[in-house]
């Protein structure tokens, strides 16, 4: 079983940045695609390997999804930030290789909340 822990959330003004992070806990984190999501909609996943990255319309430019296997952590670096970006954060972890597909991922993590004033 994976535990999922997000941090880095916060209030930021508009246009500003924020980097989110997801530290993982349990066996094989390699062997997981992770995602990161507002409630249940995509914003971001990447690949097992972090060799393959898939993002939101609303994200892309803007947003980085990466991963370091070694530390077992996820992260999203949010740049550009806009007031409708505000919402809470989940991490999560799914056994497919990859999968932009919420119903997918098994493991949440409790969110990180996210405000972006205008």
């Known amino acids: 079983q994976v535990q999922l822990v997000e941090s880095g959330g916060g209030l930021v003004q508009a246009g500003g940045s924020l980097r989110l992070s997801c530290a993982a806990s349990?066996?094989?984190?390699?062997?997981?695609?992770m995602g990161w999501f507002q409630e249940r909609e995509l914003v971001a996943t990447i690949s097992r390997s972090g060799g393959s990255t898939s993002y939101a319309d609303s994200a892309k430019g803007r947003f980085t999804i990466s991963r370091d296997n070694a530390k077992n952590m996820v992260y999203l670096q949010m740049n550009s930030l806009k007031p409708e970006d505000t919402a809470v954060y989940y991490c999560?972890?799914?056994?497919?290789?990859?999968?932009?597909?919420?119903?997918?991922?098994?493991?949440w993590g409790q969110g990180t909340q996210v405000t972006v004033s205008s």
């Open positions: 999560a972890a799914t056994g497919r290789a990859f999968s932009n597909d919420a119903s997918t991922y098994r493991y």
């Open positions: 349990g066996p094989a984190f390699s062997a997981y695609a």
